[in-house]
C-alpha cells in the first residue's frame, strides 16, 4: 500500500473541523511547545502520559501537524471504548462473513491512517491479547484483515496515550515489556492545570469563545480567584464542564460567583491536592439543578443529563465501596465502558485509586 497523497479531502477521523489547539503562555506550557516541536520533527512511536483532562489528545495532533505526515490523514482512538469482540476488525479492517454481520469488506484504523499517525488513547486499557497483534504490526509494519488470507503494508506513526504511563502497567504485569519498548521510544508529559494556574484566565477566554460564539461573556471579577483556588482534578476537561454550567445560569453576559458549582463551595474541603474520595451523601446525590424545595430550575437538555449520569455513576461507585467491576455490572456496562464514561464526565479514577489502597 503507497503513501497516498495528501489533499484538502484528507480529513481527521470523525470529518470534524480541527480540534482545539493547546492554549496558554505559563512557563510549563512554553516547554510543552518547545517539546512538541522537537518531537514532531523525527517519527519515533511517541507515549503521552497526563492525566485525564490534561490535552493528551490536543498534544497528539500538535506532533502531527507540525512533523512531515501533516497533510496525511490523523486518526485517534479510545482503546477503552471498543469491546474486546471487535477489536481486531476495528485495527486491522475485515473481510465479508469474517463474523456475524460482517456482510462487506472494510478498512480498519491502521488502513484509515496510511501515511499519517494513529492516535491509540488509553492503550493501557488493551487486552494482552490484542496487545500481541499490536506488537506484530509495529514490528513488520503490516496487516491482515480480519478473515484474509494476506498481509498488506502500512505506514503509520504510531502515537498513544495513557494516565499513569505505561511503565505502571508493565509492572503490574497488565502491560507486555516488549510492546512498552517498542511504544515508549520517546515520552512526552503533560502538566496538570494545578502546575499552571496562569493560564486560567486565557483557558477561560478560549473556552468561553467556543461555548459561546455568538454573545461575549465574562467572569465577574471573585470568579477567577474561585477557580484559582480550586485543584481542578480533572483539569482542563473539568474546567469547560464547570463553564458550560455556569454559562447556563449567566445573567448580562456575566459569570457571578453564585453561578459557579464547584465542590470546595458545596462544603467540601477545597481542592488544592486530590484527596482520597470520601462517601458522599445521599443528598449529594440528587439530581443537577434540584433545589432544596424540590423545584429544579430550567438548564439545557444535554447538561442536565450529563449531570444526571455522572450523579449516577458516582452513587453506583459509593455503593460499590468504589470497586469499578461491582459498579459497572450494576450499570449494565462493561469496565472499559464504565472507565470511558468516568474519563467523560471527569470522575477522577486516581481518586477512587488512593481510596482503595489506603482501605
Same mark, same amino acid.
Given at each position: 500500500?503507497?503513501?497516498?497523497?495528501?489533499?484538502?479531502?484528507?480529513?481527521?477521523?470523525?470529518?470534524?473541523?480541527?480540534?482545539?489547539?493547546?492554549?496558554?503562555?505559563?512557563?510549563?506550557?512554553?516547554?510543552?511547545?518547545? *517539546?512538541?516541536?522537537?518531537?514532531?520533527?523525527? &517519527?519515533?512511536?511517541?507515549?503521552?502520559?497526563?492525566?485525564? &483532562?490534561?490535552?493528551?489528545?490536543?498534544?497528539?495532533?500538535?506532533?502531527?501537524?507540525?512533523?512531515?505526515?501533516? !497533510?496525511?490523514?490523523?486518526?485517534? /482512538?479510545?482503546?477503552?471504548?471498543?469491546?474486546?469482540?471487535?477489536?481486531?476488525?476495528?485495527?486491522?479492517?475485515?473481510?465479508?462473513?469474517?463474523?456475524?454481520?460482517?456482510?462487506?469488506?472494510?478498512? !480498519?484504523?491502521?488502513?484509515?491512517?496510511?501515511?499519517?499517525?494513529?492516535?491509540?488513547?488509553?492503550?493501557?486499557?488493551?487486552?494482552?491479547?490484542?496487545?500481541?497483534?499490536?506488537?506484530?504490526?509495529?514490528?513488520?509494519?503490516?496487516?491482515?484483515?480480519?478473515?484474509?488470507?494476506?498481509?498488506?503494508?502500512?505506514?503509520?506513526?504510531?502515537?498513544?496515550?495513557?494516565?499513569?504511563?505505561?511503565?505502571?502497567? /508493565?509492572?503490574?504485569?497488565?502491560?507486555?515489556?516488549?510492546?512498552?519498548?517498542?511504544?515508549?521510544?520517546?515520552?512526552?508529559?503533560?502538566?496538570?492545570?494545578?502546575?499552571?494556574?496562569?493560564?486560567? *484566565?486565557?483557558?477561560?477566554?478560549?473556552?468561553?469563545?467556543?461555548?459561546?460564539?455568538?454573545?461575549?461573556?465574562?467572569?465577574?471579577?471573585?470568579?477567577? $480567584?474561585?477557580?484559582? $483556588?480550586?485543584?481542578?482534578? !480533572?483539569?482542563?476537561?473539568?474546567?469547560?464542564?464547570?463553564?458550560?454550567?455556569?454559562?447556563?445560569?449567566?445573567?448580562? &453576559?456575566?459569570?457571578?460567583?453564585? !453561578?459557579?458549582?464547584?465542590?470546595?463551595?458545596?462544603?467540601?474541603?477545597?481542592?488544592?491536592?486530590?484527596?482520597?474520595?470520601?462517601?458522599?451523601?445521599?443528598? *449529594?446525590?440528587?439530581?443537577?439543578?434540584?433545589? $432544596?424545595? &424540590?423545584?429544579?430550575? /430550567?438548564?439545557?437538555?444535554?447538561?442536565?443529563?450529563?449531570?444526571?449520569?455522572?450523579d449516577m455513576i458516582v452513587r453506583a461507585l459509593v455503593q460499590a465501596r468504589?470497586?469499578?467491576?461491582?459498579?459497572?455490572?450494576?450499570?449494565?456496562?462493561?469496565?472499559?465502558?464504565?472507565?470511558?464514561?468516568?474519563?467523560?464526565?471527569?470522575?477522577?479514577?486516581?481518586?477512587?485509586?488512593?481510596?482503595?489502597?489506603?482501605?
Amino acid at each position: 500500500m503507497s503513501r497516498p497523497n495528501p489533499g484538502p479531502d484528507t480529513v481527521t477521523a470523525t470529518g470534524m473541523p480541527p480540534a482545539p489547539q493547546l492554549s496558554g503562555n505559563s512557563l510549563p506550557m512554553q516547554a510543552l511547545r518547545a *517539546q512538541i516541536g522537537r518531537i514532531a520533527r523525527c &517519527g519515533a512511536p511517541v507515549a503521552i502520559r497526563g492525566e485525564s &483532562g490534561t490535552g493528551k489528545e490536543l498534544a497528539a495532533r500538535a506532533i502531527h501537524a507540525q512533523g512531515a505526515r501533516a !497533510g496525511f490523514p490523523f486518526i485517534a /482512538v479510545n482503546c477503552g471504548a471498543i469491546p474486546e469482540a471487535l477489536m481486531e476488525a476495528e485495527f486491522f479492517g475485515c473481510r465479508p462473513g469474517a463474523y456475524t454481520g460482517a456482510l462487506h469488506e472494510r478498512q !480498519g484504523l491502521f488502513q484509515a491512517a496510511h501515511g499519517g499517525s494513529l492516535l491509540l488513547d488509553e492503550v493501557d486499557d488493551l487486552p494482552l491479547a490484542m496487545q500481541v497483534k499490536l506488537l506484530r504490526v509495529l514490528q513488520e509494519r503490516r496487516v491482515r484483515k480480519l478473515g484474509g488470507s494476506s498481509d498488506e503494508a502500512v505506514d503509520v506513526r504510531i502515537l498513544c496515550a495513557s494516565q499513569h504511563g505505561l511503565a505502571r502497567g /508493565v509492572a503490574a504485569g497488565t502491560f507486555r515489556q516488549d510492546l512498552f519498548y517498542r511504544l515508549n521510544v520517546i515520552e512526552l508529559a503533560l502538566p496538570p492545570l494545578r502546575e499552571r494556574r496562569g493560564d486560567l *484566565q486565557v483557558l477561560c477566554e478560549v473556552i468561553l469563545a467556543r461555548l459561546s460564539p455568538h454573545r461575549a461573556v465574562n467572569l465577574a471579577p471573585p470568579v477567577l $480567584a474561585a477557580l484559582g $483556588a480550586y485543584a481542578f482534578p !480533572g483539569n482542563v476537561r473539568e474546567l469547560e464542564n464547570v463553564l458550560e454550567r455556569a454559562l447556563a445560569f449567566a445573567d448580562g &453576559g456575566v459569570i457571578a460567583l453564585d !453561578g459557579l458549582a464547584l465542590p470546595s463551595m458545596a462544603g467540601g474541603t477545597p481542592l488544592r491536592a486530590a484527596p482520597a474520595v470520601p462517601a458522599l451523601p445521599e443528598r *449529594q446525590l440528587s439530581l443537577p439543578g434540584m433545589a $432544596a424545595h &424540590g423545584v429544579a430550575p /430550567v438548564l439545557p437538555l444535554d447538561v442536565y443529563l450529563r449531570q444526571a449520569e455522572r450523579d449516577m455513576i458516582v452513587r453506583a461507585l459509593v455503593q460499590a465501596r468504589y470497586h469499578r467491576a461491582r459498579a459497572a455490572r450494576q450499570l449494565g456496562l462493561s469496565v472499559r465502558q464504565l472507565r470511558y464514561r468516568m474519563q467523560k464526565l471527569t470522575i477522577q479514577e486516581a481518586l477512587f485509586d488512593e481510596y482503595m489502597e489506603d482501605r
